[in-house]
T-cell receptor
Framework: DTGVSQDPRHKITKRGQNVTFRCDPI?????LYWYRQTLGQGPEFLTY????????KSRLLSDRFSAERPKGSFSTLEIQRTEQGDSAMYLC????????????FGPGTRLTVL | GESVGLHLPTLSVQEGDNSIINCAYS??????FIWYKQESGKGPQFIID?????DKRQGQRVTVLLNKTVKHLSLQIAATQPGDSAVYFC?????????FGQGTILTVHP
């Protein structure tokens, strides 16, 4: 257990539905990251926050994806109008700003879009 | 464009042997190179990093080597144990974000 938790661990949804995932980082960490991982591939960066500010968003991320970290603590990732191509593992990680290479990852949320 | 890749997708070793996992990168602007380990059903776990102005860094049973001339990164694991069996990813940090490679599966046989 790294101290980063994600909920739910698994989500099955039908195409076109909206889904929301939650991440609770290590409380002392001011940076929070979201990644997407498909089978056999490394995690793909989606976005990251420093405290409550969203500092960067991947150009590959469509406008159906949105993330928030309203109080600089937990974060949510919402996917609207899900597509089958959204099926993947969604990973959250957190770190201190000064040690951004050492990220602590949660167990992930596995999304299956039918 | 940015890319981080691996030469070998799988590596099988005997317990007690040393393991070497290799990685090629293309983005010379990255300031750090990092190795992560991912066990089945878990998120990646940080192993070790190396700053771009260094060529070698050692940790506990692990050594990372960086050759900027040929844009090559390697992870050496000494006295490999069954618990080291996992997928290993190299990653590079550029503009604050991490870009991961495809991964190498390491299998350690008792």
């Amino acid at each position: 257990d790294t101290g980063v938790s994600q909920d739910p661990r698994h989500k099955i949804t039908k195409r076109g539905q909206n889904v929301t995932f939650r991440c609770d980082p290590i409380s002392e960490h001011n940076r929070l990251y979201w990644y997407r991982q498909t089978l056999g591939q490394g995690p793909e960066f989606l976005t990251y926050f420093q405290n409550e500010a969203q500092l960067e968003k991947s150009r590959l991320l469509s406008d159906r994806f949105s993330a928030e970290r309203p109080k600089g603590s937990f974060s949510t990732l919402e996917i609207q109008r899900t597509e089958q191509g959204d099926s993947a593992m969604y990973l959250c990680a957190s770190s201190f700003e000064t040690t951004g290479t050492k990220q602590f990852f949660g167990p992930g949320t596995r999304l299956t879009v039918l | 464009g940015e890319s981080v890749g691996l030469h070998l997708p799988t590596l099988s070793v005997q317990e007690g042997d040393n393991s070497i996992i290799n990685c090629a990168y293309s983005n010379s602007a990255s300031d750090y190179f990092i190795w992560y380990k991912q066990e089945s059903g878990k998120g990646p776990q940080f192993i070790i990093d190396i700053r771009s102005n260094m060529d070698k860094r050692q940790g506990q049973r692990v050594t990372v080597l960086l050759n900027k001339t040929v844009k090559h990164l390697s992870l050496q694991i000494a006295a490999t144990q069954p618990g080291d069996s996992a997928v290993y990813f190299c990653a590079e940090r550029g503009y604050g974000k991490l870009t991961f490679g495809q991964g190498t599966i390491l299998t350690v046989h008792p």
